[in-house]
């Protein structure tokens, strides 16, 4: 098996890059652009209430860098504090984008820590399932919460590895493994990830993909880490196939004991 042939299935969708990239925080576009390009990544989420997808006039269009016969959109509701107001920014990136169905869930509990408000999460997934959406759903590590997202018919789950912008990596790794071992929808990690490292560990816990925007757009040169985060991502993936060797409590040798030369 080889990176090109590892798919990955969302929805009717099959992608290869299992790194998504947010669009916010860069210095301008043309850093964007070149940015998601050096990722490898084929999802870009974009905050529909933040970014110009032409409803605010012809200038600073996102889409004339990240053209869309090019990149899946995924338009995400970040900035929503209830299931109302998620609900109607759902909405309105489907009028704006042609009946684009897919869409990001996030509602959070508060400006402080960013933190997934989970009832009103369930409350909007619910909606926005019934509405006929496909959607991803950042919510907290918490795997009840994860399988009941999954059962309201979520396309995809997405536990946060930290605090969003955070950079303090996967705090949580055992809840992310419980996760992902009772999903039958793909799991992804969502805000945390600070650099290639944590998105290498997170890989190797076996989920499907990581959703990174201030890892990259923060970084001091934001094209060179969007480059380490693509090796990252299929390092770690690559790693959980093989299947990683048992930790042991006592030093093995690394070659035979037996039939050794003047024993």
Known sequence: MTISTDRWQLGHRSFSSRLLLGTGKYRDLSETKAAVEASGAEIITVAIRRVNLGQ??????????????????LP????????????????LARELLDGHNLVKLEVLGDP??????????LKAADI???DGF??????????????QLEEIGCAA?????????????????????????????????????????????????????????????KAENPVLMATAMRLAIESGRLAYLAGRMPRQRSAQPSSPSLGVIGS
């Open 56 to 73: 605010q006039g012809p200038e600073n269009n996102l889409l004339d860098v990240l053209p869309l016969d090019r990149y899946t959109l």
């Open 76 to 91: 995400n509701t970040a900035g929503c504090y209830s299931a109302d107001e998620a609900v109607r920014t759902c909405r």
């Open 112 to 121: 402080e820590t960013l933190y997934p408000h989970v009832a009103e999460t």
């Open 128 to 130: 926005l399932v019934q």
């Open 134 to 147: 496909e959607v991803m759903v950042y919510t907290s590590d918490d795997p009840i919460v994860a399988r």
């Open 157 to 217: 789950i997405m536990p946060l590895g930290s605090l969003i912008g955070s950079g303090l990596g996967v705090i949580n790794p055992y809840n992310i493994q419980l996760i992902v071992s009772n999903a039958r929808v793909p799991v992804l990690v969502d805000a945390g990830v600070g650099t290639a490292s944590d998105a290498c560990f997170a890989m190797e816990l076996g989920i499907t993909g990581v959703l990174m925007n201030t890892a990259v757009a």
